[in-house]
């Protein structure tokens, strides 16, 4: 039997996504394990994450600087803004550095059933962002959910005041995804954005 502070560890980690009871306990073991190489890191970068983090007052990006580096980035595209649900959906997306403009987090997607709307979401800081001028595009990057994509309508609706192209991620067959394995969901998105042959 584990002492009550392990116990309180294991049952931290276990609030983790991905991680469950067995595997939480298993992570402890293997910190406790290597107390001076690995537990005393973890712990000294949690601290210093916890004393500095802090949310982006122009895109609501998670960062430890203010504004975060994104926003701070001097390179990056500054007339396009790549909208997302959520920071995960942001970190995703410039991990694969193939956008090289700047973001914006709504923090969540309109929902009926939960009782989310569009004064919940980080709506109104976007419209402001868009109206200072000098925005040629926003990417509505929403996840392919009946929530998502009506986040996504509501937001080009109320873009539609402003001179800025308004594009959307294109939706569908994923890259080595199988026919018979799909939803159909999938397939009817990918059969209605349907391109010519090359």
């Not at 973890?42 to 601290?47: F, G, K, M, P, S």
Request: overall charge negative; charged content about 25%; proline content about 5%.
């Amino acid at each position: 039997m584990a002492s009550q502070e392990i116990e309180t560890l294991s049952s931290a980690l276990a609030r983790l996504p991905g991680l469950g009871p067995r595997s939480a306990r298993r992570a402890v073991l293997w910190l406790v394990k290597r107390r001076e190489t690995a537990l005393a890191p973890l712990l000294d970068a949690l601290l210093a994450v916890q004393d500095r983090l802090v949310e982006c007052e122009i895109c609501s990006n998670v960062d430890t600087q203010q504004p975060c580096g994104i926003c701070a980035d001097p390179r990056r595209d500054q007339r396009s803004i790549c909208v997302v649900e959520d920071v995960s959906d942001l970190w995703a997306l410039d991990r694969a550095k193939l956008f090289t403009g700047r973001y914006h987090v709504l923090g969540g997607k309109l929902s009926a059933m939960d009782g989310i709307r569009p004064e919940d979401l980080n709506i109104g800081s976007l419209l402001d962002r868009v109206s200072v001028g000098g925005i040629d595009e926003i990417v509505l990057a929403m996840n392919a959910t009946l929530e998502g994509q009506t986040t996504a309508h509501y937001i080009a609706e109320r873009l539609e005041e402003f001179p800025v192209r308004i594009t959307q991620l294109a939706h569908g067959l994923p890259v080595g995804g199988e026919l018979d394995y799909l939803d159909e969901g999938t397939l009817a998105q990918a059969l209605r954005a349907r391109r010519p042959v090359d």
